[in-house]
């Protein structure tokens, strides 16, 4: 399938050895010369579509692909049948990425301010940005070079995003300071008041005033209609390269190292601390005051009610090491009259 | 109750006649030429109101019902208290809703464009098409005849919408090829960036490439901000009649078949295959490359891991057959010293 | 750490003595007369700045914490290092809630309404209001005094607001009756139709006209990009003080009592009943047509499928009393060969 034209512009072709170039990896048979058009998966890849494989489940689709060439792990190569032809790189997926990125380059900004956009006269908006429609920049805020505003979005007083970053449509962005090339995709939700309250002796809710930032470091990624509270005292902070996928929460006052990974619907109570390239399952969530590790891996919709240390690998709700969890679901598989078997992970 | 006027414009009266032939049930009792102004559940509809049973639960509420009529099921009439008025009809929530309906029909656009909104000079907008304030049409869209484009909306360059779609507010789509009558709840998300990428040697995070699209058959709905990501190669597909509710991730890839039903927060994640006729859970999920049969069922906050065949019932997390998983409870009940009870299901 | 003057505009100095009297405690130690700048966490409030220990976990800090005066509860005056200075009081976390708003008091309204807001003529708009840029507000709408509606908030037709409701930006409210001092953070959807639907005997989904409405009582919070669907026939309600945090979602017909507090990825299921005071925790959820009593609380990820009486605590999923619950995991645990040990709450 090749990249639908209507939202793809047609990218640059490439020889078929400046694919595996654009891959770091080498080319095992094939006419070097031959143009790629485009990337796709292996059963519907085309005769001038690079494909790629790095999952052993889709081993059986080999035989059957039409694809170009097929970028592989070196250790998958013995798998190739006969006449097909294949770039050979450790990284076969970041491979097949970059192929695809050098045919469908990012689209640059297009500098320039759409006309119903609302800017302050006290912002202050750098060289080469582009701001969309109905896009809102308050008073204060200072945009960097090359940044594209969506549509609709705001960008609230004092805001600070640095160069290259990218705000999609209806995203909100207020008492944060953003670093380079950072990027909330559509509905994203930063900066907005924490939960926080305290009950009066008449048990009425009064707002604990919220007077922290969010920081958002270089390359960080916030999924669409995502959720980060800005802190109440402190500040909520989401380390460099940090992803977050789309509705996603994190409470006041939470920290992320660099290059954590948090899948959908996981949400991080107040004041809890991770690590550096701490993993997080879909649905999964951490109470709040608590130390995660780095690299520590949660599994999805696990619930993390306490400290863990680094590198450890969690599951369950309540959240045990990943190893007692499986004995754990086996035990109670028996006591259930089922032949034990390997719990999904 | 009768409905609001303030939201809900008086509906054209019916006759108790014509309200039984709309739900497309008989009349038992009452006089056919009784004017019926609106509908309401048993506890406060009035005289002049049809309401409806179809929860044995809410039985002992329909001796005090002042209702003009009850729609209910033929099982169900002979707990009708004497002198009470019936409709009678197999599928009573069906047919109560067709009386309800044709009481309050649906408002038709009207047709339009309002002066702030920002329509592409390459746009295409079909005839009888109603755009609300701020709506945002990008370059090559195609707005189907009779399409209501809510205010703040924005449709995304060459994103197509068949005849008759309604998109609600502030929401959003891109990279997207609607059908007819497709509905978008306020704050959707459709069409954005999928959550992939690869890992540098460095350890940095590359975006892949999303390189696919978003096909939402005919009559999907789309509940209010939930998020649909589009395909990186191949396309995300939601099947005709598919219905999600508030909240609900799909991941990259995903394809659903006909009429599936996915209740608020669930999360599928990339290049899973739900088949027809899927019904999921609230706050369930499915992990990624995974095949879902016709007609499975997930319970509620279950959490499924690996392939269910056709038909099968499946709870808890990690989901197993619902019915090995109701006895893990039970026999974990025993454990904690309780009484053994069926466990909610 | 001083609140960010780009976010929070310096407060108003008060004299330690003030600021005792504020949080309703008495001054131990100190000079009464010392200026009082700013309040921040105990790690890093500097000397002309208040802090506040609340959390037993927290008090190793006591000792290097430069706070210029500590707000903490009796109980834990002894443990308070020798020359440090605290407020005492049995509310501490409250009585610093105060100091602080003292110091930063709500921003009041900005009277006027933005050029580019979009008002209907036959909306009506109270004294004091202000409307900020691409604000919508439909025919028929009632904005009370001195409410803020943000950039981009679309108020729908015949929507009403009591005194002082201040709506977030690209919120949005339809077919909804609130009370005074209602907040809605960015990005909430109150008043969108719920998840209702009959099925036809082609297997066709046909949507039941949802004719209720949401009432918001007064004080309600709802947090960023949470759902309040409207009722079906009844009315959405949620009671006074009640608060929702982020990517809550409500269905159809619930109504809770009053301060309810909803943690971030709750789910309630249409038609059930919460009493005053019910507490969920974060991921937990409710099936439909339940009711659940006065302060409940229902621990995090937990799934209640059937009626809980008051006061009652549950956990788990399903959900059962926590105490059981906790024997249960901690036989589960043995099973697994693991210590028993107290499991996370």
């Known amino acids: 399938m090749a990249a639908d034209p209507r939202f793809f512009p047609a990218g640059s072709a490439l020889t ?21 058009t485009g990337v796709g998966p292996l059963q519907s890849a085309g005769a001038t579509e690079v494909s790629f494989l790095d999952n052993r489940r889709y081993l059986p689709l080999l035989a059957d692909s039409r694809a170009a060439a097929i970028v592989l792990a070196p250790e998958l190569l013995a798998r190739l049948p006969e006449g097909r032809v294949a770039i050979v790189t450790k990284q076969a997926y970041l491979g097949f990425g970059r192929i695809a990125r050098a045919l469908h380059p990012v689209a640059p900004p297009r500098p320039g301010i759409h006309p119903t956009a609302a800017i302050d006269a006290a912002a202050q908006i750098g060289a080469g940005v582009e701001v969309g ?32 970053c ?4 209806h995203a909100s962005l207020s008492h944060c300071i953003a670093g380079r090339f950072v990027v909330l995709h559509p509905g994203a ?17 009064e707002t604990m005033p919220q007077l922290g ?52 619907h996981v949400g991080i109570a107040g004041s809890t601390r991770l690590g550096n390239g701490v993993q997080m399952g879909g649905q999964s969530g951490v109470a709040g005051h608590v130390e995660i590790g780095d690299r520590v891996q949660v599994a ?25 969890t499986l004995r754990a679901f086996a035990a109670l598989r028996k006591l259930a009259g089922r032949p034990a078997a390997k719990p999904a992970p």
């Not at 050895?17 to 891959?23: F, I, K, P, V, Y």
């Not at 939700?189 to 809710?205: D, I, L």
């Open 16 to 36: 078929l050895a400046e694919a595996a170039a654009a891959a770091g990896g080498e080319l095992v048979g094939g006419d070097p010369a031959l143009r790629i």
């Open 166 to 169: 990218r705000i999609g449509a």
């Open 300 to 324: 999805a919709q696990s619930g993390v009610m306490s400290d863990v240390g680094p590198g450890e690998i969690v599951g369950g709700s309540p959240a045990w090491p990943m190893r007692e």
């Open 213 to 264: 930032r969010v920081l958002l470091e270089d390359f960080v990624e916030i999924g669409a209609n995502a959720c980060v509270d800005r802190g109440s005292q402190s500040d909520t902070v989401l380390g460099a390269g940090t992803r977050l996928d789309n509705l996603v929460q994190i409470g006041h006052n939470v920290s992320t190292g660099k290059g954590c990974v948090l899948v959908a």
């Open 133 to 164: 429609p109905f896009a809102v920049i308050e008073a204060g805020a200072e945009i960097g070079e090359g940044c594209i505003i969506g549509p609709h979005a705001v960008v609230g007083a004092g805001v600070v995003l640095g160069e290259g």
């Open 189 to 205: 939700r930063v900066g907005q008041e924490g939960f926080g309250f305290a009950v009066t002796p008449e048990g009425r809710f």
